[in-house]
């Protein structure tokens, strides 16, 4: 009895060892949330190249990147110092999800409306690859051209054989531990990033200028970054 006891406790350890990290890992966020409201294709592309037209239609669901952004958009201000910026999307929120600006090489930007609501995000880098990609959430001014402060850093992995999903949400809220204008109320509760945007256009101190939101995009050789977006 004693023998079988301590099997049974050795398979049981093995099954845990081996089971738990991989689905922590590599858990597909539609079995937490269910089908995507929408699913944005980042499509990463070699330097020049062009694939003609607009590419500005609303209801499609790819948008054509640089394969490496790095440096690619300049320098921006933050305080009184310059940072690197690389590929900007821009974010705002309205009665739908569109993409608004699908090619990413005429100017280094893109830009992506979402639907009403609040969502969680997650980022996966699909095919294989050994690259991988930095996310930035800013808040920026436009008045001044000055990035406020960034909401979150993510970093979406490539990989060699099964898709990697990055959990991106906390890049759409703001807490109160990064609010340097105290907009937000409760003790280090989330704000929708798009409420605070309407929060600090609305303060009597910060309310003369235009905020918007974006991600700085940095894409190290990954082809086809893939965002999905879950109604919460």
Not at 39 to 56: A, E, F, P, T
Not at 101 to 112: E, I, Q, S
């Amino acid at each position: 009895m004693k023998k079988k006891s301590v099997a049974l406790l050795s398979l049981a350890l093995t099954i845990t060892m081996f089971a738990v990290p991989v689905f922590a890992a590599n858990l597909n966020p539609n079995k937490l949330y269910g089908a995507p409201s929408y699913v944005l294709n980042m499509l990463g592309k070699k330097d020049g190249w062009s694939g003609g037209g607009l590419y500005d239609n609303p209801d499609r669901h790819t948008m054509m990147v640089p394969e490496t952004t790095t440096g690619i958009g300049g320098t921006g201000t933050l305080g009184e110092s310059a940072i690197a910026v690389n590929l900007t999307m821009w974010i705002t929120q309205g009665t739908e999800f569109a993409v608004l600006d699908g090619n990413g090489f005429d100017d280094n930007d893109v830009a992506l409306q979402l639907g009403p609501g609040r969502y969680a995000v997650f980022v996966v880098a699909l095919g294989k690859s050994g690259g991988n990609s930095d996310i930035r959430g800013w808040i920026y001014n436009a008045s001044d051209n000055t990035y406020l402060f960034m909401t979150g850093m993510v970093n979406v992995p490539g990989h060699s054989g099964k898709p990697v999903y990055t959990n991106a949400t906390d890049l759409l809220f703001v807490s109160d531990a990064e609010d340097p204008y105290d907009i937000v109320s409760g003790a280090g509760d989330g704000q929708w990033v798009f409420d605070y945007l309407a929060a600090l256009e609305a303060s009597e101190t910060y309310g003369l200028s235009d905020y918007m939101y974006l991600w700085d995009i940095d894409n190290t050789g990954v082809r086809h970054l893939q965002l999905r977006f879950y109604k919460i």
